[in-house]
Nanobody
Framework: QVQLVESGGGLVQAGDSLRLSCAASGRTSNSYAMGWFRQAPGKEREFVATISWYGRNTFYANSVKGRFTISRDNAKNTVYLQMNSLKPEDTAVYYC????????????????WGQGTQVTVSS
């Protein structure tokens, strides 16, 4: 089992930046790809970004490409999502997820999920 805890969310203004963190505990000795997803009120959960175990490969949703950066520090069992130039449409609960297999963009490819952290961007 892997436990994931997100932090770093908050209320910011459009154009501001935030950095989300996701701390993993439990069976972190396994090689997990990590991803970030988000869910806005009244909308389905959507993929945001993913990163491979060694961090060599990343992939982003078109809506965040060029503004968000995913990274990881395996020594600290932590994954980050640096979010710049935030927009009101980025408002959502952001979830961290871990995948035992190759990283993907679908929620069902991930085995473990955090509880989420709220990000609210005001205009």
């Amino acid at each position: 089992q892997v436990q994931l805890v997100e932090s770093g969310g908050g209320l910011v203004q459009a154009g501001d930046s935030l950095r989300l963190s996701c701390a993993a505990s439990g069976r972190t000795s396994n090689s997990y790809a990590m991803g970030w997803f988000r869910q806005a009120p009244g909308k389905e959960r959507e993929f945001v970004a993913t990163i491979s175990w060694y961090g060599r490969n990343t992939f982003y949703a078109n809506s965040v490409k060029g503004r968000f950066t995913i990274s990881r520090d395996n020594a600290k069992n932590t994954v980050y999502l640096q979010m710049n130039s935030l927009k009101p449409e980025d408002t959502a609960v952001y979830y961290c997820a871990a995948a035992a297999g190759r990283f993907g963009t679908r929620g069902d490819e991930y085995d473990y999920w955090g509880q989420g952290t709220q990000v609210t961007v005001s205009s």
